[in-house]
Protein backbone atom coordinates (compact mmCIF):
# COMPACT_ATOMS: atom_id res chain seq x y z
CA UNK A 1 0.00 0.00 0.00
CA UNK A 2 1.27 3.49 -0.88
CA UNK A 3 0.33 6.46 1.26
CA UNK A 4 0.93 9.88 -0.07
CA UNK A 5 1.57 12.86 2.75
CA UNK A 6 1.89 16.54 1.88
CA UNK A 7 1.57 19.33 3.76
CA UNK A 8 -1.58 22.19 3.18
CA UNK A 9 -1.65 25.53 3.82
CA UNK A 10 -1.97 25.18 7.80
CA UNK A 11 1.14 23.32 8.10
CA UNK A 12 -0.75 20.09 8.88
CA UNK A 13 1.03 16.77 7.14
CA UNK A 14 -2.24 14.67 5.76
CA UNK A 15 -2.47 12.31 3.32
CA UNK A 16 -2.72 13.76 -0.61
CA UNK A 17 -6.24 14.13 -1.73
CA UNK A 18 -4.71 12.44 -5.09
CA UNK A 19 -3.32 9.48 -3.78
CA UNK A 20 -6.55 7.13 -4.84
CA UNK A 21 -5.53 7.68 -8.44
CA UNK A 22 -1.87 7.41 -7.98
CA UNK A 23 -1.35 10.37 -10.14
CA UNK A 24 2.89 10.99 -10.72
CA UNK A 25 2.14 14.50 -9.59
CA UNK A 26 1.48 13.77 -6.29
CA UNK A 27 4.02 11.82 -6.11
CA UNK A 28 6.37 14.64 -7.05
CA UNK A 29 4.72 17.08 -4.69
CA UNK A 30 4.20 15.06 -1.95
CA UNK A 31 6.69 15.23 1.56
CA UNK A 32 6.49 11.78 2.39
CA UNK A 33 5.63 8.44 0.45
CA UNK A 34 4.95 5.53 3.02
CA UNK A 35 4.93 2.12 1.61
CA UNK A 36 4.04 -0.77 3.50
CA UNK A 37 4.07 -4.36 1.48
CA UNK A 38 4.18 -2.59 -1.86
CA UNK A 39 2.65 -4.17 -5.13
CA UNK A 40 4.67 -4.44 -8.31
CA UNK A 41 2.22 -1.33 -9.65
CA UNK A 42 3.32 0.60 -7.19
CA UNK A 43 6.71 0.06 -7.05
CA UNK A 44 6.93 0.27 -10.90
CA UNK A 45 5.60 3.36 -10.09
CA UNK A 46 7.87 4.89 -7.59
CA UNK A 47 10.81 3.94 -9.94
CA UNK A 48 9.22 5.48 -12.99
CA UNK A 49 9.06 8.86 -11.05
CA UNK A 50 11.79 8.69 -9.12
CA UNK A 51 13.91 6.40 -11.52
CA UNK A 52 15.53 4.38 -8.09
CA UNK A 53 14.54 0.80 -7.54
CA UNK A 54 13.34 -0.16 -4.05
CA UNK A 55 15.16 -2.13 -2.16
CA UNK A 56 14.06 -5.83 -1.51
CA UNK A 57 13.15 -7.60 1.93
CA UNK A 58 16.80 -9.35 1.89
CA UNK A 59 18.59 -5.76 1.09
CA UNK A 60 16.36 -4.14 4.15
CA UNK A 61 17.43 -7.12 6.53
CA UNK A 62 21.24 -6.53 5.72
CA UNK A 63 23.27 -6.15 9.11
CA UNK A 64 26.26 -5.20 7.47
CA UNK A 65 27.00 -1.03 8.61
CA UNK A 66 27.72 -0.08 4.96
CA UNK A 67 24.11 -1.58 3.87
CA UNK A 68 22.26 -0.29 6.59
CA UNK A 69 23.12 3.29 5.97
CA UNK A 70 24.85 4.63 2.80
CA UNK A 71 24.78 7.64 0.03
CA UNK A 72 24.28 7.43 -3.37
CA UNK A 73 22.93 9.38 -6.57
CA UNK A 74 19.73 8.64 -5.26
CA UNK A 75 20.09 9.82 -2.09
CA UNK A 76 20.19 8.75 1.66
CA UNK A 77 19.60 5.64 2.44
CA UNK A 78 19.40 4.39 6.11
CA UNK A 79 17.78 1.21 7.30
CA UNK A 80 16.32 1.07 10.92
CA UNK A 81 15.00 -1.44 13.28
CA UNK A 82 11.69 -0.91 14.66
CA UNK A 83 10.29 -2.45 18.08
CA UNK A 84 6.59 -3.67 18.06
CA UNK A 85 4.40 -6.76 19.06
CA UNK A 86 3.20 -9.31 17.14
CA UNK A 87 0.94 -11.78 18.74
CA UNK A 88 2.22 -10.81 22.23
CA UNK A 89 5.82 -11.44 21.34
CA UNK A 90 8.07 -8.67 20.59
CA UNK A 91 9.73 -8.49 17.09
CA UNK A 92 12.38 -6.20 15.54
CA UNK A 93 11.15 -5.30 11.97
CA UNK A 94 13.70 -3.17 9.43
CA UNK A 95 11.92 -0.16 7.54
CA UNK A 96 14.09 0.99 4.97
CA UNK A 97 13.94 5.27 4.73
CA UNK A 98 15.26 7.16 1.62
CA UNK A 99 15.59 11.11 1.68
CA UNK A 100 15.33 12.18 -2.40
CA UNK A 101 15.29 15.76 -3.44
CA UNK A 102 13.49 16.94 -0.37
CA UNK A 103 11.47 13.82 0.02
CA UNK A 104 11.25 11.07 2.68
CA UNK A 105 10.44 7.66 1.32
CA UNK A 106 9.92 4.46 4.01
CA UNK A 107 9.20 1.30 2.83
CA UNK A 108 8.07 -1.55 5.36
CA UNK A 109 6.57 -5.05 5.25
CA UNK A 110 4.18 -4.79 8.06
CA UNK A 111 2.36 -1.77 9.59
CA UNK A 112 4.16 -0.55 12.87
CA UNK A 113 2.39 1.58 15.92
CA UNK A 114 5.52 3.93 16.02
CA UNK A 115 4.20 5.25 12.07
CA UNK A 116 0.44 5.69 13.39
CA UNK A 117 1.58 7.46 16.10
CA UNK A 118 3.31 9.42 13.46
CA UNK A 119 0.13 10.07 11.36
CA UNK A 120 -1.48 10.84 14.42
CA UNK A 121 0.45 13.56 15.71
CA UNK A 122 0.79 15.52 12.46
CA UNK A 123 -2.52 15.62 11.68
CA UNK A 124 -3.29 17.68 15.38
CA UNK A 125 0.21 19.22 15.46
CA UNK A 126 0.70 22.04 12.87
CA UNK A 127 4.50 22.52 11.87
CA UNK A 128 5.83 19.21 14.10
CA UNK A 129 6.39 18.21 9.97
CA UNK A 130 7.78 20.60 7.79
CA UNK A 131 10.55 18.65 5.80
CA UNK A 132 11.22 15.73 4.83
CA UNK A 133 14.46 15.16 7.73
CA UNK A 134 11.90 16.48 10.28
CA UNK A 135 9.46 13.54 9.62
CA UNK A 136 12.60 11.51 9.88
CA UNK A 137 13.36 12.48 13.10
CA UNK A 138 10.02 12.81 14.49
CA UNK A 139 10.06 8.90 14.13
CA UNK A 140 13.08 8.48 15.57
CA UNK A 141 11.94 10.16 18.33
CA UNK A 142 8.66 8.13 18.77
CA UNK A 143 10.81 4.91 18.65
CA UNK A 144 13.15 6.04 21.33
CA UNK A 145 10.23 7.13 23.54
CA UNK A 146 8.91 3.42 23.13
CA UNK A 147 12.02 1.45 23.60
CA UNK A 148 12.25 3.88 26.72
CA UNK A 149 8.73 3.01 27.88
CA UNK A 150 9.67 -0.79 27.37
CA UNK A 151 12.13 -0.63 29.06
CA UNK A 152 10.36 0.48 32.07
CA UNK A 153 8.07 -2.50 31.16
CA UNK A 154 10.22 -4.57 31.68
CA UNK A 155 12.13 -3.36 34.48
CA UNK A 156 8.11 -3.37 36.42
CA UNK A 157 8.12 -6.91 35.16
CA UNK A 158 11.72 -8.05 36.90
CA UNK A 159 10.44 -6.62 40.00
CA UNK A 160 7.13 -8.56 40.25
CA UNK A 161 9.79 -11.71 39.74
CA UNK A 162 11.88 -10.63 41.84
CA UNK A 163 9.76 -10.39 44.68
CA UNK A 164 8.31 -14.15 44.21
CA UNK A 165 11.77 -15.38 43.46
CA UNK A 166 13.26 -14.21 46.31
CA UNK A 167 10.87 -13.85 49.12
CA UNK A 168 10.08 -16.94 51.25
CA UNK A 169 6.55 -19.12 49.65
CA UNK A 170 5.64 -22.26 48.48
CA UNK A 171 5.15 -21.41 44.81
CA UNK A 172 7.15 -23.04 42.57
CA UNK A 173 8.98 -20.80 40.68
CA UNK A 174 10.18 -22.55 37.23
CA UNK A 175 7.44 -20.25 36.02
CA UNK A 176 9.48 -17.15 36.96
CA UNK A 177 12.11 -18.77 34.66
CA UNK A 178 10.19 -18.43 31.59
CA UNK A 179 9.50 -14.72 32.48
CA UNK A 180 12.82 -13.82 32.88
CA UNK A 181 13.73 -15.80 29.49
CA UNK A 182 11.16 -13.41 28.17
CA UNK A 183 12.17 -10.12 29.59
CA UNK A 184 15.62 -11.27 28.89
CA UNK A 185 14.50 -11.48 24.65
CA UNK A 186 12.68 -8.23 24.58
CA UNK A 187 15.77 -6.38 26.79
CA UNK A 188 17.92 -7.35 23.93
CA UNK A 189 15.82 -6.13 21.19
CA UNK A 190 15.84 -2.88 22.76
CA UNK A 191 19.34 -2.86 22.33
CA UNK A 192 19.72 -3.77 19.22
CA UNK A 193 17.52 -0.86 18.52
CA UNK A 194 19.07 1.42 20.45
CA UNK A 195 22.22 1.12 19.01
CA UNK A 196 21.27 0.71 15.67
CA UNK A 197 19.43 4.09 15.92
CA UNK A 198 22.60 5.29 17.41
CA UNK A 199 24.55 4.91 14.27
CA UNK A 200 21.37 5.80 11.84
CA UNK A 201 21.45 9.33 13.38
CA UNK A 202 25.50 9.67 13.71
CA UNK A 203 25.39 8.69 9.83
CA UNK A 204 22.50 11.37 9.58
CA UNK A 205 24.83 13.96 11.34
CA UNK A 206 27.64 13.33 9.00
CA UNK A 207 26.08 13.17 6.18
CA UNK A 208 22.58 14.24 5.82
CA UNK A 209 23.72 17.99 5.32
CA UNK A 210 21.28 18.92 8.30
CA UNK A 211 20.47 22.56 9.25
CA UNK A 212 21.10 23.55 12.80
CA UNK A 213 18.00 23.10 14.38
CA UNK A 214 17.43 19.51 12.74
CA UNK A 215 21.42 18.69 13.98
CA UNK A 216 20.60 19.79 17.31
CA UNK A 217 17.81 17.60 17.16
CA UNK A 218 19.15 14.58 16.36
CA UNK A 219 21.73 15.36 18.98
CA UNK A 220 19.51 15.38 21.84
CA UNK A 221 18.05 11.93 20.84
CA UNK A 222 21.38 10.35 20.74
CA UNK A 223 22.16 11.63 24.24
CA UNK A 224 18.57 10.14 25.32
CA UNK A 225 20.19 6.69 23.88
CA UNK A 226 23.33 7.36 25.89
CA UNK A 227 21.12 7.94 28.78
CA UNK A 228 19.07 4.72 28.01
CA UNK A 229 22.26 2.32 27.46
CA UNK A 230 22.84 1.92 30.68
CA UNK A 231 19.72 1.66 32.46
CA UNK A 232 19.51 -1.10 29.47
CA UNK A 233 22.93 -2.86 30.80
CA UNK A 234 21.82 -2.82 34.54
CA UNK A 235 18.16 -4.19 33.46
CA UNK A 236 20.63 -7.23 31.76
CA UNK A 237 22.39 -7.35 35.00
CA UNK A 238 19.11 -7.52 36.97
CA UNK A 239 17.73 -10.41 34.50
CA UNK A 240 21.25 -12.81 35.21
CA UNK A 241 21.18 -12.22 38.82
CA UNK A 242 17.37 -13.13 38.60
CA UNK A 243 17.69 -16.12 36.31
CA UNK A 244 21.13 -17.32 38.52
CA UNK A 245 18.57 -17.01 42.17
CA UNK A 246 15.71 -19.31 40.61
CA UNK A 247 18.01 -21.65 39.26
CA UNK A 248 20.29 -21.63 42.87
CA UNK A 249 16.61 -22.10 44.41
CA UNK A 250 15.70 -24.76 42.08
CA UNK A 251 19.16 -26.82 42.91
CA UNK A 252 18.40 -26.28 46.60
CA UNK A 253 15.26 -27.66 46.38
CA UNK A 254 16.41 -30.31 44.54
CA UNK A 255 19.18 -31.10 46.95
CA UNK A 256 16.72 -31.70 50.04
CA UNK A 257 14.82 -33.81 47.82
CA UNK A 258 18.23 -36.32 46.89
CA UNK A 259 19.08 -35.57 50.68
CA UNK A 260 15.43 -36.93 52.02
CA UNK A 261 16.17 -40.02 49.68
CA UNK A 262 19.85 -40.51 50.78
CA UNK A 263 18.98 -40.42 54.96
CA UNK A 264 15.81 -42.66 54.24
CA UNK A 265 17.90 -44.80 52.50
CA UNK A 266 20.80 -45.29 55.29
CA UNK A 267 17.51 -45.56 57.83
CA UNK A 268 16.48 -48.68 56.04
CA UNK A 269 19.88 -49.84 55.53
CA UNK A 270 20.28 -51.62 59.07
CA UNK A 271 16.84 -52.76 59.09
CA UNK A 272 17.82 -54.98 55.39
CA UNK A 273 20.74 -56.28 56.63
CA UNK A 274 18.93 -57.56 59.67
CA UNK A 275 15.89 -59.05 57.84
CA UNK A 276 18.42 -60.27 55.54
CA UNK A 277 20.39 -62.43 57.89
CA UNK A 278 17.52 -63.47 59.76
CA UNK A 279 16.29 -64.40 56.49
CA UNK A 280 19.03 -66.97 55.34
CA UNK A 281 18.06 -70.28 55.00
CA UNK A 282 20.75 -72.05 56.88
CA UNK A 283 19.65 -75.42 58.79
CA UNK A 284 22.00 -74.20 62.13
CA UNK A 285 21.32 -70.81 63.25
CA UNK A 286 20.45 -70.58 66.78
CA UNK A 287 17.28 -68.13 66.96
CA UNK A 288 15.91 -70.74 64.32
CA UNK A 289 14.36 -72.86 67.90
CA UNK A 290 14.26 -69.88 70.05
CA UNK A 291 10.89 -68.41 71.14
CA UNK A 292 11.64 -65.18 71.64
CA UNK A 293 13.89 -65.16 67.92
CA UNK A 294 10.79 -63.24 66.13
CA UNK A 295 10.57 -60.58 68.55
CA UNK A 296 14.30 -60.30 68.87
CA UNK A 297 14.44 -59.59 65.47
CA UNK A 298 11.59 -56.77 65.04
CA UNK A 299 13.12 -55.41 67.78
CA UNK A 300 16.61 -54.81 66.10
CA UNK A 301 15.67 -53.60 63.10
CA UNK A 302 13.70 -51.31 64.67
CA UNK A 303 16.24 -50.19 66.79
CA UNK A 304 18.60 -49.81 63.85
CA UNK A 305 16.14 -47.98 61.81
CA UNK A 306 15.46 -45.06 64.95
CA UNK A 307 19.32 -44.71 66.16
CA UNK A 308 20.66 -43.37 62.86
CA UNK A 309 17.15 -41.29 62.15
CA UNK A 310 17.74 -39.60 65.72
CA UNK A 311 21.03 -39.08 65.13
CA UNK A 312 20.45 -37.37 62.01
CA UNK A 313 17.99 -35.61 63.76
CA UNK A 314 20.43 -34.22 66.46
CA UNK A 315 23.08 -33.24 63.84
CA UNK A 316 20.26 -31.27 62.33
CA UNK A 317 20.67 -32.71 59.07
CA UNK A 318 16.54 -32.90 59.06
Not at 44 to 56: I, V
Not at 107 to 114: N, Y
Not at 217 to 234: G, K, V
Request: aromatic residues 8%.
Amino acid sequence: MLTIYELNKENYLIPSQAQDNLKLHALSNALWLDLVDPTEEERALMETQHRLPLPETEDVEEIEASARSYQDEAGLHIHSLFLHTVEDRRRNSSVAFTLHEGQLITLREREIPAFRLMRMRAKRQPGMALDAVSILLALFEIKIDDLADTLEEVYTGLERTSNHVLEENDDPIESDIDELAMHEDTNGKVRLCLLDTQRALTFLLRHGKLSADHAETARELLRDIESLLPHNSFVFDKINFLMNAAMGFISIEQNKIIKIFSIAAVVFLPPTMIASIYGMNFALMPELNWGLGYPWALGLMALSGVTPYLLFKRKGWL
